[in-house]
């Protein structure tokens, strides 16, 4: 089920969403209030596809509430999630530029509201905003980054450290720190987080209970605490030869 509304609330949430991320940093306020005012507001319910892959996108999406789950399914029934994006994160960049399809099926991981910028509104602004085009660039750099560094990374890493790192990777959006610890805010069961990964909820569900037994993680329905955030970086600092910085805390 799909709602739209144009709430002035929701609006004034949507301009602060876009003027403090640092996706858009640099971009002009004119910009970025046109976007707002252009934009479309909508809220979909759990499970609900806002793009399917290889389908047009006519709307940059950005999450306002809630999370996106952005995967694929092959023919055979196989899923495989890609990331979950939070607020303020945006979905749909290169076939807007591009006017490609969707790489990737989107849909709502629970009820997610969205702004949808209309592709012409965000053409016309790269034409016009060199902030925006520099931000956008950036942006794809920084993809880039996580994209091939993950990938060579976990083809060589233990399957627990490969575990660890993709909890690691959801806490900066999805986490919620109280005192020491920090709980995901994403409910997520053991065969969805096996998505994420591209294996078994039966292989899962081990290693979150090796981490739990050691004290790192607290597992409960669909959630997961992290206790020790010294002890998962550790983990997912795993030495293969590759250097990098595992910033886990929100």
């Given at each position: 089920m799909t709602t739209e509304f144009a709430d002035s609330s929701w609006r004034a949430l949507a301009h602060r969403?876009?003027?403090r991320s640092d996706m858009l940093r640099g971009t002009?306020?004119?910009?970025?209030?046109?976007?707002?005012?252009t934009g479309r507001i909508m809220k979909f319910a759990d499970a609900n596809l806002l793009s399917s892959y290889g389908q047009p996108i006519e709307t940059l999406l950005v999450v306002l509430s809630g999370a996106l789950e952005?995967?694929?399914?092959?023919?055979?029934?196989?899923?495989?999630?890609?990331?979950?994006?939070?607020a303020g994160l945006?979905?749909?960049?290169?076939?807007?530029?591009?006017?490609?399809?969707?790489?990737?099926?989107?849909?709502a991981h629970g009820e997610a509201v969205v702004l949808g910028i209309p592709r012409d509104v965000v053409l016309e602004a790269l034409r016009q905003d060199p902030g925006l085009a520099h931000a956008f660039l950036l942006l794809f750099c920084k993809r880039s980054r996580v994209l091939y560094g993950g990938a060579s990374a976990n083809a060589l890493a233990p399957f627990r450290v490969r575990v660890a790192r993709a909890l690691a990777s959801l806490l900066p959006v999805h986490g919620i720190t109280r005192g020491e610890t920090v709980t995901l805010a994403l409910k997520l069961s053991q065969e969805e987080f096996g998505a994420l990964l591209g294996a078994s909820r039966q292989a899962v569900n081990?290693?979150?209970?090796?981490l739990?037994?050691?004290?790192?993680v607290s597992l409960a329905y669909s959630t997961i605490q992290v206790l020790d955030c010294d002890a998962l970086g550790k983990i997912a600092e795993f030495d293969d030869g590759v250097v990098r910085d595992v910033s886990i805390r929100p």
């Open positions: 969403i876009l003027t002009a306020e004119t910009t970025l209030e046109r976007f707002v005012e952005i995967g694929v399914s092959t023919l055979a029934g196989k899923h495989f999630v890609i990331a979950y994006l939070g945006i979905y749909g960049l290169i076939p807007i530029i591009d006017g490609g399809g969707s790489l990737y099926d989107a849909r081990r290693e979150l209970k090796a739990e037994s050691a004290g790192v």
